[in-house]
């Protein structure tokens, strides 16, 4: 049976972007007789707030969607992500990193040959070599530090890889392209590349859909799973909605939310007709 989830963060209101991924998961679950689920991702308790999670559930009804019960909610089991992290440990494929952006960002201006990612700079591993002696002292003197990945040490553990994804079949995995990934913020408990891979895992997700710029991260994503014995979902990764001047929708550029889309008069199927379903809320005539 196939199972997808919508898993947005409470940290602003819908817009048209999410509506495009909520509604690709819920007709995809459709069409094929099986399971949507909505997932809270709101483990970033200092930007997340509960008047946009409740938003985020009246936007959707509004739009037609249903899912099952109950929503999980990240914050709720934060014990699912310190074992995960408990287990990269005992791997020996994380370590703690000191560095603040301010000096991530310094080293790689001072070096001639930084590596870089599909999305600019990585980090060049500055805390990677530090001993063990030296490290227990600036834990022990309360330095605050993020846990990063080994990637390199990763891969060599996980060997090969790979991903299906809908409508192109196997994706080779390049184990470093995102390179020493934080998989636990000096703030917060878990990273999203950690919370969402355990998440699916534990809710039984088959198929994650989820938007075109999420399609790099899914090279971590199936290395964590390797890591950590996790089920292997298959990936569609949609195209996303752009402007006028070809830049993607989002909350930071000022796309439209839901809600105020409703207030200057959209109706539902309106809504869902911008998205690319029209004909909705039929399975088969989405789009």
């Given at each position: 049976?196939?199972?997808?989830?919508?898993?947005?963060?409470?940290t602003?209101?819908?817009?048209?972007?999410?509506?495009?991924?909520?509604?690709?998961?819920?007709?995809?679950?459709?069409?094929?007789?099986?399971?949507?689920?909505?997932?809270?991702?709101?483990?970033?308790?200092?930007?997340?707030?509960?008047?946009?999670?409740?938003?985020?559930?009246?936007?959707?009804?509004?739009?037609?969607?249903?899912?099952?019960?109950?929503?999980?909610?990240?914050?709720?089991?934060?014990?699912?992500?310190?074992?995960?992290?408990?287990?990269?440990?005992?791997?020996?494929?994380?370590?703690?990193?000191?560095?603040?952006?301010?000096?991530?960002?310094a080293?790689?201006?001072?070096?001639?040959?930084?590596?870089?990612?599909?999305?600019?700079?990585?980090?060049?591993?500055?805390c990677?070599?530090?001993?063990?002696?030296?490290?227990?002292?600036?834990?022990?003197?309360?330095?605050?530090?993020?846990?990063?990945?080994?990637?390199?040490g990763?891969?060599?553990?996980?060997?090969?890889?790979?991903?299906?994804?809908?409508?192109?079949?196997?994706?080779?995995?390049?184990?470093?392209?995102?390179?020493d990934?934080?998989?636990?913020?000096?703030?917060?408990?878990?990273?999203?590349?950690?919370?969402?891979?355990?998440?699916?895992?534990?809710?039984?997700?088959s198929?994650?859909?989820?938007?075109?710029?999420?399609?790099?991260?899914?090279?971590?994503?199936?290395?964590?799973?390797?890591?950590l014995?996790?089920?292997?979902?298959a990936?569609?990764?949609?195209s996303?909605l752009?402007?006028?001047?070809?830049?993607?929708?989002?909350?930071?550029?000022?796309?439209?939310?839901?809600?105020?889309?409703?207030?200057?008069?959209?109706?539902?199927?309106?809504?869902?007709e911008?998205?690319?379903?029209?004909?909705?809320?039929?399975?088969?005539?989405?789009?």
């Amino acid at each position: 049976m196939i199972v997808t989830r919508f898993a947005p963060s409470p940290t602003g209101h819908l817009h048209l972007g999410h509506a495009v991924s909520a509604l690709t998961g819920w007709t995809i679950a459709k069409r094929a007789g099986g399971r949507f689920l909505l997932r809270i991702e709101d483990i970033d308790t200092g930007r997340c707030r509960p008047e946009y999670e409740a938003a985020i559930y009246e936007d959707l009804a509004w739009l037609g969607l249903d899912w099952e019960q109950p929503v999980r909610r990240q914050s709720e089991h934060m014990a699912d992500y310190a074992a995960a992290l408990q287990r990269l440990e005992s791997l020996g494929v994380i370590y703690p990193c000191f560095c603040s952006r301010k000096e991530i960002g310094a080293e790689i201006a001072a070096s001639a040959h930084a590596p870089h990612g599909p999305e600019g700079p990585l980090y060049p591993g500055t805390c990677r070599g530090l001993v063990a002696s030296a490290r227990a002292a600036r834990i022990e003197r309360g330095d605050p530090y993020a846990l990063r990945l080994d990637a390199a040490g990763a891969a060599k553990i996980a060997g090969p890889l790979s991903w299906q994804e809908q409508g192109r079949g196997s994706v080779a995995v390049d184990p470093q392209l995102l390179g020493d990934a934080v998989l636990a913020r000096k703030d917060v408990a878990a990273s999203y590349h950690l919370a969402v891979t355990i998440d699916d895992d534990l809710q039984g997700i088959s198929l994650v859909t989820r938007g075109q710029d999420l399609f790099h991260a899914t090279h971590l994503h199936r290395l964590v799973q390797a890591l950590l014995g996790l089920k292997e979902p298959a990936y569609h990764h949609h195209s996303l909605l752009m402007n006028e001047q070809g830049i993607r929708l989002s909350k930071r550029d000022g796309a439209l939310a839901l809600r105020q889309m409703r207030t200057v008069g959209f109706s539902a199927a309106q809504v869902r007709e911008k998205a690319g379903f029209p004909g909705w809320p039929s399975p088969d005539a989405a789009g």
